[in-house]
């Protein structure tokens, strides 16, 4: 099957928050994401509010990416209660802190310069 999107999307598997408008905040886990929206799980339904940022909390700062929910799945069956899965949508193109935060996390910091070389 040929790719239809029009970025790649990224495995990452790391902890997030995702916050709501209303003051509400939810632990989750971003399994993957591309520029253009992410795929999030999270241990029990959101608050229906569509709208939604998906926050990584660093040790420096916070980055955030504001998006639409555009759907929320069950995993696991039926008769359970969760996890989870969660489409979001990014409202524009990930910023590159997020990008970063979450692609070259792992990447050593000589070598991270290279590859931010590729971005701008």
Known sequence: ????????????KRAIELRWETGEVLP???ENFSLGGALVRVDRRPPRAREVSVCINGPERQVSVEGTILEVRKRGGWMRRGPFAIRIQFAQSCSYDFFKDNVFAWAPPETLAEYESYWR
């Open 28 to 30: 989750a886990w971003l």
């Open 1 to 12: 099957m040929q790719e239809r999107r029009a970025s790649p999307r990224y495995t990452v």
